[in-house]
């Protein structure tokens, strides 16, 4: 359904986008926080091989959801969204897609620097994005697993988001995305 000011709720695409990209990071982290810690001379077999290929495919279903974001209009908001709130929900959803583009990238680098390669869906061969041993590509292992504590602080944000309007302003917006 649309009108004027835009879809009443977010389309089919996006809807299934949305909670793939749930269900992929609910594994993703079940993964990390289990797989062994990483040390140098380890090979990325195992759950490591696993995080390696769950990472690349959330990578790749967020430049398809990026793509199709840039490209469809946002459903209209529910009158009972105050200007700032939206701004603020508007820059929560600019920084999760922010975040899960970038911390799969530097996942990737850290891989690349250890010399493992890395397979898209661990199927499709992907490019190093750092050269074996590169001391940046080996610190942004560091900086990977901080900002995967950013992201779910992030997340952790924006469900309780939900959660507001879910069960206090009683509006629709989270059926929008159902
Ligand atoms: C959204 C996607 C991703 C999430 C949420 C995620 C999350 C995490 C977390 C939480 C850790 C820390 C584990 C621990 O020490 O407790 C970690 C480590 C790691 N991840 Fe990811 N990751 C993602 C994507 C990727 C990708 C795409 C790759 C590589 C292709 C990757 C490679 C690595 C490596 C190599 C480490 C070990 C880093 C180190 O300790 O130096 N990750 N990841
Ligand atoms: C891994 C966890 C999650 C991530 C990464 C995530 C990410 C996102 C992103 C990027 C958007 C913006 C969509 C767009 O405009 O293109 C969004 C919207 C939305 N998400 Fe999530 N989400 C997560 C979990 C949840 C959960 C658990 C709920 C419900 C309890 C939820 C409910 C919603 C709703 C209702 C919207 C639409 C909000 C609006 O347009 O104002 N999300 N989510």
Not at 98 to 110: D, E, M, Q, S, T
Not at 150 to 170: D, M, P
């Amino acid at each position: 359904m649309r009108d004027s000011a835009g879809p009443a709720r977010y389309s089919m695409v996006a809807r299934v986008l949305h909670w793939s990209v749930v269900a992929l990071i609910v594994i993703q982290f079940a993964i990390a926080w289990t797989m062994p810690d990483i040390h140098g001379g380890m090979r990325p077999v195992g759950l490591i091989g696993w995080h390696l290929s769950f990472g690349t495919a959330i990578l790749a279903v967020m430049l398809v959801r990026l793509v199709w974001r840039l490209s469809h209009r946002e459903p209209v908001a529910p009158e009972t969204i105050s200007a700032p709130l939206r701004r603020i929900s508007r820059g929560t959803h600019a920084l999760l897609y922010a975040l899960l583009v970038a911390l799969p990238l530097l996942g990737w680098a850290n891989a690349s620097a250890r010399g493992w390669p890395v397979r898209l869906f661990g199927a499709i061969p992907l490019p190093p994005l750092s050269a074996t041993g590169s001391p940046l590509g080996l610190w942004l292992g560091d900086v990977h697993g901080t900002v995967a504590i950013v992201l779910l602080a992030v997340i952790a944000l924006h469900v309780a988001g939900a959660l507001y309007h879910l069960l206090i302003l009683r509006d629709r917006t989270v059926q929008r995305m159902l």
